[in-house]
């Protein structure tokens, strides 16, 4: 066994009715030239048959099956739990990965103070447009893969993201993490529900002192189409809810206090954007964000609480990789408004 083979990887895929696209993703987790792992899928009560393909086809993986749909957090949190290795790799059941994929990351995390590592994640159906280079996020919590342009426009891969570097946050499809750093920071928030994690998760890794290295040599596909769908209410909603749960969470007191006003600002004049275009459902998504953050203040402030106590870097230091200005914005102007707006 070569030396860095030591280590246990835990591989866990999260599926919910996405069958052909499990079977894919296995098969190629089986090619993966890196030997020593485990994988863990945690079916999230899927009713197309890939409980049963997993019984019938795969038999080296060890199945969980959930009575109802939990959702990628908690499915995940629980994985962590019961998994054997003392690496944790995250995987979408509609990632398909290169056989070096693992080798990389092993080979980046084992660096100093490294906590987690990126793949650089390419699209299936488009295998030269870079869906993440990792992952980035500006000083108001507006989080953003590199290699996006606005939304539905990606980068082209010509290079420019073939150096391995430190980034501000892993992107959840397809990440390494290493298990006691994960237990450190309490793994991901399960109140998130869904959306944001990525950033969240990744925010708390560099609270508590460690780095997030984008590895460009470990390549995986993504099925997600590049497409320029616009967001539903019930994503506005959850992406809304989320970022600003994350901010109160992670920022200290002093950070939040000099951000929240140009944050709730940008938020306003969101509002009345959507006001003007006619678009009630988008502002009640927003305002039912609020109420819930409003509601649940006792509990945002005991995971907080939790996040702030672990706490070993300032927020100058994670500042340092965030966007000084408004990513949101110069999105928007570049086309992301359009989108949103449904046009």
């Keep these: 066994m070569k030396v860095a083979e030591k280590q246990l990887v835990s591989i866990i895929i999260i599926n919910h009715n996405r069958r052909e696209d499990l079977k894919a993703c296995l098969n190629s987790v089986k090619r993966t030239g890196y030997r020593n792992f485990?994988?863990?899928?945690?079916?999230?009560?899927?009713?197309?048959?890939?409980?049963?393909?997993?019984?019938?086809?795969?038999?080296?993986?060890?199945?969980?099956v959930n009575d109802e749909n939990v959702g990628p957090i908690k499915a995940r949190n629980f994985g962590v739990k019961i998994s054997k290795g003392n690496l944790i790799a995250f995987l979408d059941s509609d990632i398909e990965v290169e056989p070096g994929w693992l080798s990389e990351l092993v080979k980046a995390i084992n660096g100093k103070k490294v906590g987690a590592c990126a793949c650089k994640v390419k699209f299936f159906s488009g295998k030269s447009l870079i869906n993440s280079a990792g992952m980035g996020c500006d000083k108001y919590g507006f989080a953003f893969s590199r290699g996006l342009i606005c939304r539905g426009?990606?980068?082209?891969?010509?290079?420019?993201?073939?150096?391995?570097?430190e980034v501000f946050s892993a992107y959840t499809a397809a990440m390494l993490s290493k298990k006691d750093v994960l237990e450190e920071i309490n793994l991901f928030n399960p109140d998130l529900g869904m959306y944001y994690e990525d950033?969240?998760?990744?925010?708390?890794?560099?609270?508590?002192?460690?780095?997030?290295?984008?590895?460009?040599?470990?390549?995986?596909?993504?099925?997600?189409?590049?497409?320029?769908?616009?967001?539903?209410?019930?994503?506005?909603?959850?992406?809304?809810?989320?970022?600003?749960?994350?901010?109160?969470?992670?920022?200290?007191?002093?950070s939040l206090i000099k951000l929240m006003p140009f944050y709730f600002s940008l938020k306003f004049?969101?509002?009345?954007?959507?006001?003007?275009f006619k678009k009630p459902q988008e502002v009640n998504a927003m305002l039912s964000a609020f109420v819930y953050i409003f509601?649940?203040?006792?509990?945002?402030a005991y995971r907080?609480?939790?996040?702030?106590?672990?706490?070993?870097?300032?927020d100058l230091e994670i500042g340092k990789l965030m966007e000084r200005g408004s990513r949101e914005i110069s999105m928007y102007l570049k086309g992301y408004g359009k989108f949103v707006l449904g046009d």
Excluded: C
């Design 269 to 276: 004049s969101e509002v009345l954007i959507y006001l003007a």
């Design 38 to 64: 485990e994988v863990i899928v945690i079916d999230n009560a899927s009713t197309d048959g890939s409980v049963d393909l997993v019984k019938e086809k795969f038999g080296w993986v060890k199945l969980v």
């Design 304 to 314: 907080r609480g939790q996040t702030q106590e672990m706490r070993k870097v300032s």
């Design 199 to 254: 950033i969240e998760l990744s925010w708390k890794i560099r609270l508590a002192g460690y780095k997030i290295i984008y590895v460009p040599t470990s390549v995986v596909y993504h099925k997600m189409a590049p497409s320029k769908t616009p967001f539903t209410t019930k994503v506005k909603y959850l992406t809304e809810r989320n970022r600003l749960m994350t901010m109160i969470q992670n920022y200290s007191l002093v």
């Design 153 to 165: 426009n990606f980068e082209k891969d010509e290079g420019q993201y073939d150096k391995q570097e």
């Design 295 to 300: 509601k649940n203040l006792p509990r945002i």
